[in-house]
């Protein structure tokens, strides 16, 4: 399969498989390779890990560079483009994904209202219910201070967001756009790179945190199911956008929210119906939400619009 950047499709998914291995697998370098002591606690351990993450991205842009035949002497904003890396309609590329992902987690916060609600009118202090919302206030404002001096929300809200869509968005998909795949089979096909690089779980939770085979394979499948999906969304939104900052907004929004609730027991059903109405809302927006015209100035009339195809 020929590509218009010099990369052959073979190339390119072989290129796409080794970032995805060695983004798992720097993070055991430092004690497997450099045989560095290990962490004497979790914080120097998930610092530790950061630096790997941070190591593989840089390395992933650069040989991602090389192969699509990106000199170092170009321009630096047109390197940075490639990658989506861009702050014109930065204002659009965080609203409109982040308003599109919300509408999944509809079910997610009528079941939070309804406990707030039910809250309000349990009190047993008679509290208003502007005083009751300033405490969720104030709750919230604590929650997001313990947050900033925590290093696993570090991992899960900053580091694990940009450097997971650096990788396996802006580094794999110009490389799949340029070796000839469509834009429908990689949004489909590139999160299975996304899927695989989260197979290290398994290993960390039967072999160190000893679970039984059973529970860490469902454990593990249970979140490769999610990987994938999410994968599709986030490649979607990438290639419609051509901005990383669109899937990186939704990565953090969902990790924040977890996965969306859309049954709650003695909700009444009430729950269940905003989850559909927020289902059907987003399915109904997911192309208008996204037209590439909304993020780009102008969008050539090539198939792949970004431009890649002109290489």
């Known amino acids: ?31 497997l390779v450099f045989r560095l002591p290990p962490p004497s606690s979790l914080q120097s351990f998930m610092l530790r890990r950061f630096a790997c993450a941070a190591v593989s991205s ?34 659009q590329a965080v609203a409109f994904p982040l308003l ?3 509408l999944l987690y509809a079910g997610s916060f009528t ?85 695989l690089a989260h197979l290290n779980h398994f290993l960390e939770l039967y072999y160190q945190q000893k679970y039984n085979f059973s529970k860490a394979f469902l454990i593990v499948g249970n979140q490769l199911g999610y990987t994938v999906i999410f994968g599709w969304y986030a490649s979607f939104l990438f290639i419609r956008t051509g901005n990383l ?9 969902c990790n924040v929210m977890g996965l969306p609730v ?9 729950v269940a119906i905003s989850f559909a109405v927020g289902v059907v809302g987003f399915f109904k927006l997911l192309f208008l939400a996204t037209r590439p015209d909304l993020y780009n100035d102008q969008t050539d009339n090539c198939s792949c619009w970004h431009g890649y195809c002109n290489w």
Not at 85 to 91: L, V
Not at 121 to 126: C, L
Not at 133 to 153: H, I, K, P, T, W
Request: net charge positive.
């Open 1 to 31: 399969m020929a590509a218009s950047g010099g990369v052959s499709g073979s190339a390119a998914v072989a290129a796409c498989a080794a970032m995805a291995v060695f983004y798992v697998a720097i993070l055991y370098s430092p004690t």
């Open 100 to 102: 599109l992902t919300a």
């Open 245 to 253: 900052i669109a899937p990186i907004v939704a990565h953090i929004f």
């Open 111 to 195: 079941s939070r209202a309804l406990l707030f609600i039910h809250a309000w009118r349990g009190s047993r202090d008679g509290s208003s219910f502007g005083a009751c919302l300033f405490n969720l206030a104030e709750r919230c404002l604590e929650g997001a201070r313990r947050s900033a001096s925590d290093v696993l929300a570090w991992r899960n809200y900053v580091v694990a967001p940009i450097t997971e869509e650096l990788v396996f968005r802006a580094c794999m998909i110009p490389l799949l756009l340029c070796g000839g795949f469509t834009t429908y089979s990689i949004t489909f096909f590139s999160p299975i790179f996304f899927s």
């Open 262 to 270: 859309f049954l709650s027991p003695g909700a009444k059903g009430k």
């Open 58 to 91: 840089l390395i992933s842009l650069l040989f991602s560079s090389f192969l699509l035949g990106v000199g170092p002497f170009e321009d630096f904003s047109f390197i940075l483009n490639i990658y989506g890396i861009r702050s014109d309609h930065a204002y």
